[in-house]
C-alpha cells in the first residue's frame, strides 16, 4: 500500500491513487460511510452557539466534460459543466445531452467522457483528542491537511488501506 507523503510547510500529506475512482457512485459511496460510519473515530463538538457532527462536508464540487463531435466523428468543441452536488451533476449530464439548443449552437453531437470528469469533497473532522483537521477526498488523491498529531495521520492512512477504490 502506497504509504501519506509528508509536504513541507504547514503539515499536510497527501495519498496519489494508482488509478482514479471509477465513477460517481463509488465516490459517492465513499464519502457518505465515511460521513455515517466515522470510521475515522472522529467525534461531535460544541462551540458558543452552534453543534457540530463528527465529520461535515465543508465544500464539493464534481466537473462534468464533455466533447461535440461532426457527422464524421471529428472533434468540434467542448465543455464542461461544474456541479456543487451529486444530484446535480448527474441531472446536469442529462441536461446537457439533452438540450437541443445547445447541440445545435455546436453543430455537432454531444458525448460525455465521463474518465475526464472530476470530483472533490473536504471534509472537516473533529478527533477525539479535540483537534480539527481536513481531508479532500478527490478522484485522484486523498489529502489530508491542517494537523499536528500524528497519529491522526496513521488512523486515515489505516482507513485508506481498507478501502479498494483508495489504495
Known amino acids: 500500500m502506497p504509504d501519506f507523503k509528508l509536504k513541507p510547510g504547514s503539515k499536510s500529506a497527501c495519498r496519489y491513487l494508482k488509478s482514479p475512482i471509477g465513477d460517481i457512485l463509488v465516490f459517492n459511496e465513499i464519502v457518505s460511510s465515511l460521513i455515517l460510519k466515522n470510521p475515522l473515530g472522529c467525534t461531535?463538538?460544541?462551540?458558543a452557539?452552534?453543534?457540530y457532527p463528527p465529520v461535515q462536508k465543508v465544500r464539493?464540487?464534481?466537473t462534468a466534460k464533455f466533447v461535440y463531435l461532426n457527422a464524421k466523428g471529428k472533434r468540434i468543441g467542448t465543455g464542461l459543466d461544474m456541479y456543487d452536488s451529486?444530484?446535480?451533476?448527474?441531472?446536469?449530464?442529462a441536461?446537457?445531452?439533452?438540450?437541443?439548443?445547445?447541440i445545435a449552437s455546436h453543430r455537432g453531437k454531444v458525448k460525455h467522457?465521463?474518465?475526464?470528469?472530476?470530483?472533490?469533497?473536504?471534509l472537516k473532522c473533529h478527533d477525539a483528542d479535540g483537534e480539527l483537521y481536513f481531508l479532500s477526498?478527490?478522484?485522484?488523491?486523498?489529502?489530508?491537511?491542517?494537523?499536528?498529531?500524528?497519529?491522526?495521520?496513521?488512523?486515515?492512512?489505516?482507513?485508506?488501506?481498507?478501502?479498494?477504490?483508495l489504495v
Open 44 to 47: 461531535s463538538y460544541h462551540t
Open 49 to 51: 452557539r452552534k453543534h
Open 113 to 122: 467522457i465521463p474518465g475526464a470528469d472530476h470530483f472533490s469533497v473536504l
Open 95 to 102: 441536461a446537457v445531452i439533452s438540450n437541443m439548443a445547445n
Open 86 to 93: 451529486v444530484e446535480g451533476y448527474q441531472t446536469g449530464i
Open 60 to 62: 464539493e464540487m464534481y
Open 137 to 165: 477526498l478527490a478522484r485522484d488523491r486523498v489529502t489530508l491537511s491542517s494537523y499536528t498529531d500524528d497519529r491522526i495521520r496513521t488512523i486515515v492512512e489505516v482507513w485508506t488501506d481498507t478501502v479498494p477504490a
